[in-house]
């Protein structure tokens, strides 16, 4: 049988800390630091003072991928929100809200990133709720980027987005996947059965646009080193991916 | 309509060259938003209904790194150990090119996956993990099997290097990229070296050892390549589209198995690399698109074209395959040519991510990884059936869905939670999985009945922080010789035990922790077999008891019993007498109860009657 006593303070205390933050453990430094070579090679032990922990920077091909996929991302919401009083399917709505859920936390991910990297986050994720965090840079010092190298694959790169002029000329030249307003339009006056087939046949459309813009990010002459930057782009090709085929199949039930 | 989709389509595939030009226009929109405006939420109907327990402590916990609140639930926590300098980005804790990935286990060792090498923990002392080695190696995923002096590491992503140099490999064509599966050759644990980099076209998302009774000179590894597939300058044979003209060049709709010699390492190679998705009857690679042709104009490229993940259960000669939009059975008798046998879809699931089996393989547990495990997805308006675990009855070699498990509790909008990485928990008589949520924490389920699984235990941390979702969070927990080991995203190894509870008796775990593995591969399921120990017998005891089937006092009689076969001797001589008399009692019992009681009385009359044949003896 245990002891019958009652704790101390000190006891209660040090339980109450154990409970709220059982961390304070072991932070371990790295004494050594194995760098392995390319097979056959022998391993060089290094101190962990001497091991580079430096990984590629973001590139301008990054940051061109990320502020455009939010804005190919915003008109999959703006399709997606129609669904709810068009829609006639109960699979559509549901894959519609699917869609609009997962692509409102991407369009956040992908301000999170910009931010973080001092880069412009376009106005929509802030629509969406997004908040810049206090302790990430403000916006928008291209400069500070100059030399991560390849920034002349993108000409944005060197135009402060507050001042950017644009070229009219091109302003219709948009991203791979992207409906033009007059099929906003026509999707937009479509209801029931058409609605659904109209719904389905232009998201298939606009996921494999994003795909192509994946595929071009990992095509670039840089882009796609970023630490964090591969995952996300992987993900939206293969979550897309499963999606066209869920959408293809739905559209072969509807029997169009 | 349709005719306007087709010809944009081919407008499309032009802009792939002049996305340059459609910057500007693209910078335009930045300024302006788009027609509307748009909502964080769609519209719904009604409120989402409660699922959850309203006041369960793991709801508003405070956030931090290092310091948030937790909350815990019939397990002891034992040590955290952050991840070693260099491993971790103070300015950016959630960056994922150092994020802490998965794990595997030999003796007394952990070995720690990271996006940016791998670390080795020896754990002989739970409270205080000691740091063995750290190697730096980037590539991401990082995730780890280990057999014998061996360590096999999978690599995706494009910074990846040949030389594990950390300066990256830009470009869509790179001689120094390395795409694959890394063997460490880890004789000296403090120098391991990398003896062999067998490059695959998508690189290795996660992979799975297998052994061939018939070859014990060899491992194989399935590699689960899910990434885009690389230029065929680069390497060669690498298409990844599926040709018309040769569907079977495609990189596409195929695993890889790797073929490594235990004595040459270095000769590693891929031995097959097998169509587990093609049509049995038409030999078409893309067997499990689902209707068949699409018509003209369809991409052939977008379906269940790679798995995931691959879990084996080597004495079942089965593995399950989470394959993107797919659960698939194989049959893994011939471990070079794995067959399938058979392949579920869940209209639920968003990507099929990992799969576990109950010890007797007959449930299976598929997880559906929505959103990519950077995403919220347990927030109280998710669906409790995205984002979840989808459990299926086997069934005559067959898949039958029987039901959903979803973390039980809303996480807030800065945590990424979704159903990740498990394994199961060997208490007899029972099916129990730990599993990661990642910021939703660890939690422990009964899925005995896959139709009515529940939560007996949990972990939960706060979120790292409040006001913007920092990625972190537990991407694997497993179970590991009695204790629960947690690989923290951004805090590092976590380290817990079960402890006993309404749900999980003293004895049920005194049984768990009888079993012990010499090595352990999550993906690579052992079937677990008790000894006969009146601790086993103990065990069902309590689970017949918790079921109604036996009253306490029966137990009690039964425990005393048990007492004296362990006492030795003459006490021992008489309780084998009184244990046959249980057995009969048993016997009897069966003929009157439930299935579920049926199926553990047996258990149980089997235990004791060890018990009598080892005291014979």
Redo the contacts between chains.
């Keep these: 049988m245990p002891d019958r006593h009652i704790p101390t303070m000190g006891a209660f205390v040090a339980l109450f800390a ?6 304070f ?6 004494s ?12 060089r ?1 290094v101190s ?1 003072a001497e ?6 920077e973001h590139v301008e091909a990054d940051t ?1 991928f990320m ?2 996929m939010i ?1 190919h991302h ?2 999959a ?2 399709m ?2 129609l ?3 068009r829609a006639e399917r109960a ?1 559509v709505r549901l894959l ?3 869609i ?3 692509q ?3 369009i ?2 992908m301000a ?1 990133w910009l931010d ?1 990297r001092g880069e ?1 986050v ?3 994720a802030f ?3 997004y ?1 810049s ?2 302790d990430v840079p403000a916006h928008h010092d291209h400069g500070a980027h100059q030399d991560h190298g ?1 920034h002349h694959d ?3 790169g060197h ?1 402060d ?2 001042q ?1 002029e ?2 009219p000329e ?8 992207m409906l ?2 007059e ?2 339009e ?1 999707l937009a006056r479509a209801e029931g059965p058409d609605f659904d087939r ?1 719904f389905l ?2 998201m298939i ?1 606009h996921h ?2 994003a ?6 990010l ?5 882009g ?5 930057i ?3 782009a ?2 939206v ?3 897309q ?6 959408m ?2 739905l ?2 039930e509807g029997g169009s | 309509m349709t005719n306007d989709l087709t010809s944009r389509r081919a407008v499309a595939r032009g802009a792939l060259r002049r996305m340059g030009a459609a910057v500007f226009s693209a910078a335009l929109l930045l300024l302006i938003p788009l027609s509307g405006a748009l909502h964080a939420q769609a519209a719904s109907d009604e409120d989402p209904p409660v699922w959850w327990d309203t006041e369960d402590p793991r709801i508003g916990l405070g956030a931090g790194w290092l310091d948030a609140e937790t909350a815990i639930l019939n397990m002891e926590f034992l040590s955290n150990t952050e991840r070693p300098e260099g491993f971790y980005d103070p300015d950016n804790v959630g960056n994922l090119g150092l994020a802490n990935s998965d794990l595997a286990f030999q003796g007394d060792l952990v070995f720690v996956g990271s996006f940016a090498g791998w670390n080795a923990y020896d754990i002989s002392d739970p409270m205080a993990p000691e740091l063995v080695t750290s190697v730096l190696c980037p590539g991401g995923q990082g995730d780890l099997s280990v057999y014998r002096h061996l360590l096999f590491m999978s690599v995706e992503a494009g910074n990846g290097r040949i030389d594990c140099g950390t300066e990256g490999a830009p470009g869509p064509v790179n001689p120094e990229r390395f795409r694959g599966i890394r063997v460490f050759d880890i004789s000296d644990l403090d120098n391991p070296v990398q003896v062999a980099a067998v490059q695959t076209c998508r690189g290795s998302h996660t992979h799975t050892l297998l052994e061939d009774a018939n070859d014990p000179d060899h491992i194989y590894v399935y590699n689960s390549g899910a990434a885009g597939v690389r230029s065929p300058e680069e390497l060669e044979g690498c298409i990844g589209e599926v040709p018309e003209e040769d569907p079977d060049a495609s990189a596409l709709f195929r695993i890889e198995v790797i073929k490594v010699s235990l004595d040459r390492p270095e000769e590693a190679h891929i031995a097959s690399q097998p169509r587990v998705f093609a049509d049995d009857e038409t030999g078409d690679i893309a067997g499990l698109w689902p209707g068949g042709d699409h018509g003209e104009g369809t991409q052939r490229s977008a379906t269940t074209n790679h798995c995931h993940d691959i879990t084996i259960y080597p004495d079942l000669g089965l593995a399950a395959g989470a394959c993107s939009g797919n659960g698939i059975l194989l049959d893994i008798t011939d471990p070079v040519n794995p067959v399938r046998v058979d392949e579920v879809i869940d209209t639920n699931f968003a990507y099929w991510h990992s799969a576990t089996f109950n010890n007797d393989g007959t449930t299976v547990i598929f997880t559906d990884e929505w959103g990519g495990g950077t995403s919220p997805r347990c927030r109280a308006g998710d669906l409790p059936e995205w984002g979840a675990n989808s459990l299926f009855r086997i069934v005559d070699g067959r898949m039958e869905h029987a039901g959903y498990f979803k973390l039980p509790v809303p996480q807030t909008d800065t945590e990424n939670c979704v159903a990740h990485n498990g394994s199961l928990v060997p208490v007899p008589g029972r099916d129990i999985k730990v599993q990661a949520w990642y910021q939703g924490g660890i939690s422990v389920f009964d899925f005995t009945d896959p139709a009515n699984a529940f939560e007996i235990a949990y972990f939960d941390r706060g979120p790292i922080s409040d006001d913007q979702l920092v990625v972190g969070g537990q991407w694997s927990s497993y179970w590991y010789n009695g204790l629960i080991i947690g690989s923290e995203i951004a805090r590092g190894l976590d380290v817990l035990r079960l402890t006993p509870s309404e749900h999980l008796t003293e004895n049920e775990l005194r049984a768990a922790n009888l079993i012990s593995f010499d090595e352990f591969n999550p993906q690579h399921q052992p079937r677990v077999e008790w000894p006969d120990h009146p601790d086993v017998a103990r065990a069902y005891t309590d689970q017949l008891v918790r079921s109604g089937a036996v009253t306490a006092e029966q137990r009690q009689m039964l425990f005393e019993v048990l007492d004296g076969w362990e006492a030795g001797g003459t006490q021992q001589a008489n309780a084998v007498m009184s244990l046959r008399e249980a057995v009969g009692m048993l016997q009897e019992g069966i003929a009157t109860s439930s299935s579920e009681d049926q199926r553990r009385m047996r258990l149980l009359s089997g235990t004791l009657n060890g018990l009598i044949e080892a005291a014979a003896n």
Excluded: C, Y
């Excluded at chain 1, 091991?51 to 590629?56: D, Q, R």
């Excluded at chain 1, 091109?170 to 996947?177: I, T």
């Excluded at chain 1, 991916?241 to 869920?246: A, Q, V, W």
């Design positions: 154990l409970i709220l933050f059982p961390h453990a072991q932070a371990q430094a790295a050594q630091v194995v760098l392995p070579g390319a097979p056959g090679e022998p391993s032990v962990a091991a580079s922990f430096n990984f590629p061109w502020q455009m804005l915003a008109q919401l703006e997606s929100e669904a709810p009083d699979d519609a809200h699917r609009h859920t997962s409102v936390d991407e956040k991910l999170r973080r412009a376009p106005q929509i629509e969406l709720g908040e965090r206090s390849h993108d000409p944005a135009h987005i507050g950017m644009g070229e091109h302003a219709h030249d948009g991203m791979p996947g033009s307003p099929e906003m026509a109209l046949e232009s459309f494999e646009g795909i192509i813009m994946v595929r071009e990992f095509a670039s002459e840089a796609g080193q970023d630490g964090e591969f995952r996300f992987s993900h090709e293969s979550d991916t499963i999606e066209i085929e869920r293809r199949a559209l072969l």
